[in-house]
């Protein structure tokens, strides 16, 4: 990613829309980020007094350096990927809440950027940035929000949203911020219920990946009433959050904060808000039961019992966490049980694939599952080595036409 390069291109384009009588900003996440000097991953630019043709008539111009992707239907977005960083053009726009559905709003392009920034949830994300000239422009007062460490909304149309309430409590814990009273009002009034669960589990992801302290997270939505019932396991667990670490890989920290649940109530949650995948939930699941059992590995793995430690390495495999983070998980160093996981890891991919039961002559079918989970058991037990490969595999088509 050459974000110089991309800074450059994107100045061009907003010279471009100028020159139509148009005014490009910053808007946003990446200006929020930009006064807390936090590198901002993607960009949207957000552009004032032109129609979409002109928008998208200007970006087309620059195809050689990178195909611009109309997206988003009536929301009038086009998406380009510039000098390797994403970049979202979308006109300004205001929205008017139509039914209950969460899609159904009416949408009014012909708008300033100061309305456009009045559509937008907290008062931290309302503020924008002049692409040529650099001015800010803080009608809400964000920037004042952000050097106070507060969450306000920026007016009551928040409530159009109901998904809104769940997104302000990832701020919260993301950048360590305290919530208003006008926030916390708000969202009083606010039906949790009308939130899918799909969209739930995404801000839960987001939340996970983003907070600096867990616990901001479910205070706020038990303060206003919204811990049920997308996250009602954590309501008689609160005073345990803040034992979870939000630090480290993703992973580490949805193991640590489903710690908090165990891995009853975490499947539940997960299973509720469609969070995962169910192979993936099941995997969790494993780990969080055998979270306090290094000792008993390490006593088998002394005694010559390699198999244990094997089986649970494929299990962390399946749930994304690594051995260390596991480790870290139980407060400890793994000394020398950490340089054997290192050691069996390396012989965790399979030695025997479908491809080589094809190659052998045995026929594609719903016997190869069993087959295969038959080989990696032979493998994990250590009968079957790279050196065997062959001689196992002519075992198994004589076995298999025996039986077939």
Not at 209 to 225: E, H, M, P, W
Request: net charge positive; with cysteine; proline share 3%.
């Amino acid at each position: 990613m050459d974000k110089q390069a991309a800074m450059e291109i994107i100045r061009e384009i907003a010279t471009d829309l100028s020159e139509l009588g148009g005014r490009a900003y910053f808007a946003g996440g990446h200006v929020r980020d930009k006064l807390l000097g936090i590198d901002s991953g993607d960009i949207d630019i957000a552009v004032e007094g032109l129609p979409f043709e002109s928008v998208l008539g200007v970006l087309s111009k620059r195809a050689e350096k990178f195909t611009p992707q109309p997206v988003g239907g009536k929301f009038a977005c086009v998406i380009a990927e510039i000098a390797g960083l994403k970049v979202d053009f979308a006109l300004c726009r205001a929205e008017r809440k139509m039914g209950e559905a969460h899609s159904e709003f009416d949408l009014s392009f012909d708008v300033s950027i100061q309305e456009d920034l009045k559509r937008r949830d907290l008062r931290i994300n309302a503020m924008a940035i002049d692409v040529l000239t650099g001015e800010l422009f803080d009608p809400f007062g964000g920037r004042s929000d952000l050097l106070k460490r507060v969450a306000d909304n920026v007016s009551f149309e928040f409530d159009e949203d109901p998904v809104r309430t769940i997104r302000a409590a990832r701020f919260i814990s993301r950048f360590r911020l305290a919530a208003t009273t006008r926030l916390k009002a708000t969202c009083l009034f606010m039906d949790s219920a009308s939130v899918p669960a799909e969209m739930a589990g995404e801000e839960f992801k987001k939340m996970v990946r983003q907070a600096a302290d867990f616990k901001l997270f479910f205070d706020f939505l038990n303060d206003v009433g919204w811990i049920s019932p997308h996250f009602k396991e954590f309501k008689k667990r609160l005073g345990k959050v803040g034992s979870a670490k939000a630090e480290g890989s993703f992973e580490f920290r949805l193991i640590s904060l489903l710690s908090v649940l165990g891995p009853k109530d975490s499947k539940k949650f997960l299973r509720r808000n469609k969070v995962f995948s169910e192979k993936k939930i099941k995997a969790i699941a494993c780990v969080l039961k055998e979270k306090n059992k290094l000792l008993s590995f390490s006593e088998s793995y002394c005694n010559g019992d390699k198999l244990p430690l094997i089986k649970f390495l494929r299990r962390l495999e399946k749930a994304g966490l690594s051995f260390e983070s596991f480790v870290a998980l139980n407060g400890g160093e793994g000394g020398f049980l950490s340089e054997a996981a290192l050691r069996e890891q390396a012989g965790l991919k399979p030695i025997i694939s479908g491809a080589d039961l094809i190659s052998a002559g045995l026929k594609p079918g719903p016997r190869f599952k069993d087959i295969l989970g038959f080989c990696l058991e032979a493998q994990d037990r250590g009968e079957l080595v790279q050196e065997n490969k062959q001689a196992f595999l002519r075992r198994l088509v004589a076995k298999d036409s025996k039986l077939g």
